[in-house]
């Protein structure tokens, strides 16, 4: 692993940047497509290591899936009985707990680990749930063994999903499938990350399953067939957001494409926090455009629906000229890596002012330096890394080969934006 001199800008940065498929949407659109009624053809996927890993998860259990022929953002899956087999998860959230429920249904058993650092994330909460509904578990934490019987009672569950929706959608996604659907009651603190909730059940009546929601911190899914449905995968806003916030950076506009006119995508929502920071936008003709101001102001939010976007919106507050706070966040303290920890250290290093709270971040302006950027395996830490860089001389990423978790070209595009 070498380091990455980040590219500092020269000026405002000008730049059109086209994104790859949004990792969510993707994730959701194997499993889906993979507990179907026949083959559904998923356009504009996303490749990258975490979506490589749910796709090697899928096929690995059974399912037809043609994702080398021709172009590779198309992919065909047929699905197939599901058998015993071996899961790798790497670092990827959606494939440790979207595929437990797929692997319930599966005929044998099915061993699930990753990275090293994957095991310090939680996933007691899905694999109790599924204990809870018939299903033959063993282990608490990765590595951990499922085996199926090829088919799972289902019934009424209750989880404390405060520290990841990821358990929420996970049950979801495949509850249809059981033989009684399923009924998911949440008791604890909020749950975050709503938007990924919605996406969902969005994604799962359009395949005319019937999803209850009407009821707070309360969803059911009706027992019934998976509609096979063809998508094309949204850009992922997420990983657009450091490139908008880029030109909030830097004084300079960027351009995203093919911004959808409505989405669940949680990564919309840089749109307001840039706003409220002093970047204006516009959307046109599904263009949507950040121009940065003279001079970043902090903010305070809470940042609970969006934690994913975390790191690129305490970047730029540490770029900021007046204090921020980040709220509605404990639960980044089980992403990738411990991020309230992480970018209170790497921001501190280069001569910021960070402090974690209970439950977020408090960023004072200060005047940063260059430095060696940690990224913690974790792409959006690198990203982070990145965007300080812009402004900053001197800024080392130490690997930013990270970023191929969902965003493998993600170097060559930085350079490409600042003109490189
Ligand atoms: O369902 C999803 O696709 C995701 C949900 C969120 O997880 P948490 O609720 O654990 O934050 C988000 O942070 C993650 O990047 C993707
Ligand atoms: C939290 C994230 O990922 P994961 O899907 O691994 O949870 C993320 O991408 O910011």
Redesign the pocket.
Known sequence: MSTWHAPTATGPVTATVPLPGS??ITNRALVLAALADGPSTLRGVLRSR?TDLMLAAIRGLGVGVDADAGEPTTVVVTPRPLHGGHVDCG????VMRFVPPVAALADGAVTVDGDEQMRARPVDTILRALADLGVAVDGQSLPFTITGRGAVRGGAVTIDASS?S?FVSGLLLGAARFDEGITVHHVGKPVPSQPHIDMTIEMLRDSGVHVDDGEPDTWRVAPGPIAAVDRTIEPDL?NAAAFLAAAAATGGSVSVPYWPARTTQPGAQIVDVLDRMGASTTLSDGTLTVRGPDRLTGISADLGDI??LTPTIAALCALADTSSTLSGIAHLRG??TDRLAALTAEITGLGGRCVETDDGLRIEPATLHGGTWHSYAD??MATAGALIGLVVDGVEVDDIGCTS??LPDFPAMWSAMTGG
């Open positions: 990792k969510s975490d670092l990827a959230g959606t990841s990821q997420s934690g994913e992403h990738e792409h959006r978790k969902t």
